[in-house]
């Protein structure tokens, strides 16, 4: 059975920083590309980050590039995204999801969300003063 738990979600305040984990079981990680999602309150999800397979290769949407991270580590089978700069605007609630896609989820060079079949349930993140 295919698992992604996320942790690592919380308060900060604006300008702090958090660092989230997809913990994934049932498969090997490295194997899937892994995406990062958020939805806030009221609005759609969006993809945030992805990481393809072999190549390791990133993506970040505009809003977080610079201040967002992902990486993999293999050999705890887990993707992380580490947030830095928070802005309130970060506040949502985060999920992982794994996708077939070698590239990590993208078409057409943007993340694609019915790309992903296996998701976590999401951890909330909150950036408030």
């Known amino acids: 059975q295919y698992q992604l738990v996320e942790s690592g979600g919380g308060l900060v305040q604006p300008g702090g920083s958090l660092k989230l984990a997809c913990v994934a079981s049932?498969?090997?990680?490295?194997?899937?590309?892994i995406g990062w999602f958020r939805q806030a309150p009221g609005k759609e999800r969006e993809g945030v980050s992805c990481?393809?397979?072999?190549?390791?290769?990133?993506y970040y949407t505009d809003s977080v590039k610079g201040r967002f991270t992902i990486a993999r580590d293999g050999a705890k089978n887990t993707v992380y995204l580490e947030m830095k700069s928070l802005k309130p605007e970060d506040t949502a609630v985060y999920f992982c999801?794994?996708?077939?896609?070698?590239?990590?989820?993208?078409?057409?060079?943007?993340?694609?969300?019915?790309?992903?079949?296996?998701w976590g349930q999401g951890t909330q993140v909150t950036v408030a003063s």
């Open positions: 999801a794994a996708t077939v896609l070698s590239n990590g989820g993208l078409v057409d060079g943007q993340i694609s969300e019915s790309e992903f079949d296996w």
């Open positions: 990481i393809s397979t072999a190549e390791y290769e990133t």
């Open positions: 049932g498969f090997n990680s490295e194997d899937y590309g």
